[in-house]
C-alpha cells in the first residue's frame, strides 16, 4: 500500500469558544459585512459620559477599535434589543474623570461592570481626541477580559457548547485531482474522520468546523508527479483554524483512472493530522480566559 508523507498540521485557531459571543478580529467593517453576521459588541454613544455628542461619539470609536485589537469583535453605534452592549458613563472626582462601563447581554441581563482609569478632566471634557484615545487604550485591555470571563461562563452553562459535546465535521469538497480523486479522497477520509472525539455530518449548518481539500501536482523525477494534497479546517464563522499538508511522489498510474488504496493511505494519514486540529482548536479556545 502506497502511503503518503504527512507534514504536521499548523494549527492557527486564536482564543475563544463556540458558539462565541465574543471571539476572533474581523474589525468593524467586516462585523458590519459578515453574512450571516457574526456576535458583535456593539459600543452606543454614551449620553451619560460627561461627553458631548461628537466627543461622546468619538469616545465609542476609539473603545471599540481598541477592542477589536484584543479580539473582540466591536462595532460603535445603536443597540438593537437583540445585540451584546457596552455602555459607557462617567463621574468627575477631583481634577479626573473615571469612565464606567456596563456589559449587558441581547436579554437585557447585566454581565459585568468595570471602572476604568482616571482621565484628566480638562482632556475629557473639551473631548481632546488624545485623551479619549489614551483613555480607550488604557481601559481596552481589562474590558477584554473581563468578556472573555464572561464568555467562557456562557459556554461552561450551555449544553450545546463544544466544552459539553463532540465537536461535528463536515467534509466539504476536494478539487484538483486526477482520476477518481475527488471522490475517493473525501469517501475515504469520511469513514477515517469519525471517531469518539469527532463526529461527522452531512449537513454544513450542523458543523462546527468544516475541512476542505486541495490536490496539485507537477513534474519530478524519473516519470512521477510530486502530488501535494492540502487540508485546510475552516471554523463555523469561516475562520481558517488550521491546516494538514501531505506530499509524496507517485507515478500517474497510481492516480488514473482510480487512487485505489493510496486514498485509502492518504486518508488515513490526512484524518490523523485533522482530529489533532480540531482538538488542538477547542482546547485553544476553551484556555481562552487564561490567555
Known amino acids: 500500500m502506497k502511503r503518503l508523507a504527512l507534514i504536521l498540521p499548523l494549527v492557527l485557531a486564536g482564543c475563544g469558544t463556540l458558539p462565541e459571543p465574543f471571539y476572533g478580529n474581523p474589525g468593524p467593517e467586516a462585523a458590519r459585512l459578515a453574512l450571516p453576521p457574526a456576535p458583535v459588541l456593539m459600543v452606543p454613544t454614551p449620553s451619560g459620559a460627561l461627553l458631548d455628542g461628537k466627543a461622546g461619539a468619538l469616545y465609542a470609536h476609539d473603545l471599540a477599535a481598541e477592542l477589536a485589537n484584543y479580539d473582540v469583535p466591536s462595532v460603535a453605534g445603536p443597540a438593537a434589543k437583540t445585540s451584546w452592549r457596552l455602555s459607557i458613563s ?103 474522520l469519525a471517531g469518539p472525539d469527532l463526529q461527522v455530518v452531512t449537513n454544513p449548518a450542523q458543523a462546527d468546523f468544516t475541512v476542505t481539500g486541495t490536490v496539485k501536482s507537477k513534474p519530478d523525477k524519473n516519470g512521477q508527479l510530486l502530488v501535494e494534497l492540502d487540508w485546510v479546517v475552516r471554523d463555523s464563522n469561516h475562520r481558517i483554524v488550521g491546516q494538514v499538508t501531505q506530499m509524496h511522489d507517485l507515478a500517474p498510474s497510481d492516480m488514473q483512472p482510480y487512487w485505489g488504496d493510496v486514498a485509502a493511505a492518504a486518508a488515513t494519514e490526512a484524518a490523523n493530522g485533522l482530529q489533532t486540529v480540531v482538538q488542538n482548536a477547542v482546547l485553544k479556545k476553551a484556555k481562552a480566559p487564561a490567555s
Not at 116 to 139: E, F, H, I, M, S
Not at 167 to 192: C, E, H, K, Q, S
Request: proline residues 9%; aromatic residues 4%; positive net charge.
Open 90 to 192: 462617567a463621574k468627575q472626582t477631583g481634577d479626573s474623570v473615571v469612565p464606567s462601563y456596563v456589559i449587558a447581554g441581547p436579554n437585557g441581563k447585566v454581565y459585568g461592570q468595570q471602572q476604568g482609569a482616571p482621565v484628566p478632566a480638562q482632556g475629557w471634557a473639551r473631548g481632546d481626541a488624545a485623551t479619549l484615545q489614551a483613555a480607550a487604550a488604557a481601559d481596552a485591555p481589562g474590558l477584554s477580559k473581563a468578556l472573555a470571563v464572561i464568555n467562557a461562563h456562557i459556554q461552561q452553562s450551555n449544553p450545546k457548547s463544544l466544552e459539553n459535546r463532540t465537536p461535528r465535521i463536515f467534509l466539504g469538497a476536494v478539487t484538483g485531482a486526477p482520476g477518481d480523486g475527488n471522490t475517493a479522497l473525501p469517501m475515504n477520509l469520511t469513514r477515517d
